[in-house]
């Protein structure tokens, strides 16, 4: 943990392969996207007030499952520049920005429901 905080650890040109431990995590972290967007996939095909929660849902976990398999795959090459850890943090940093709007698009549901209901009442006596 002392090494995670160094300047060096995250900006090394040549970096050391990550541990089995955190590579089985990655790896891990990967197959729970993968999941996460066949799972999407699916919800976002039917019609709902959730629909379009689930697009964008579907759209972060397939983008980042892409975006995490490059880097997977450039850690265990070990490619000089491309394996920097630096990589993996900007990809945290965009995972975290990117899910805020998804979960204010989520928030939003209930009062797109209460409209729809108010918007049938109302066409309902209308001829």
Same mark, same amino acid.
């Given at each position: 943990?002392?090494?995670?905080?160094?300047?060096?650890?995250?900006? !090394?040109?040549?970096?050391?392969?990550? =541990?089995?431990?955190?590579?089985?995590?990655?790896?891990? *972290? =990967?197959?729970?996207? *993968?999941?996460?967007?066949?799972?999407?996939?699916?919800?976002? $095909?039917?019609? $709902?007030?959730?629909?379009?929660?689930?697009?964008?849902?579907?759209?972060?976990? %397939?983008?980042?499952?892409? @975006?995490?398999? @490059? =880097? *997977?795959?450039? !850690?265990?090459? $070990?490619?000089?520049?491309?394996?920097?850890?630096?990589?993996?943090?900007?990809?945290?940093?965009?995972?975290? %920005?990117? @899910? =805020?709007?998804?979960?204010? $698009?989520?928030?939003?549901?209930?009062?797109?429901?209460?409209?729809?209901?108010?918007?049938?009442? *109302?066409?309902?006596?209308?001829?």
């Amino acid at each position: 943990m002392q090494n995670l905080l160094t300047w060096s650890y995250w900006f !090394n040109l040549r970096p050391e392969p990550f =541990l089995p431990h955190i590579m089985q995590i990655f790896f891990g *972290f =990967l197959v729970l996207l *993968f999941l996460l967007s066949i799972f999407t996939a699916v919800k976002q $095909s039917r019609k $709902s007030l959730y629909r379009h929660f689930w697009k964008k849902a579907y759209m972060f976990s %397939l983008s980042n499952l892409v @975006i995490g398999v @490059i =880097l *997977f795959f450039f !850690n265990y090459e $070990s490619a000089a520049f491309l394996a920097s850890r630096f990589w993996v943090g900007i990809w945290l940093i965009i995972m975290i %920005l990117w @899910i =805020l709007p998804i979960i204010k $698009s989520l928030r939003l549901v209930p009062v797109k429901k209460k409209q729809r209901e108010q918007e049938q009442e *109302f066409k309902k006596y209308i001829p």
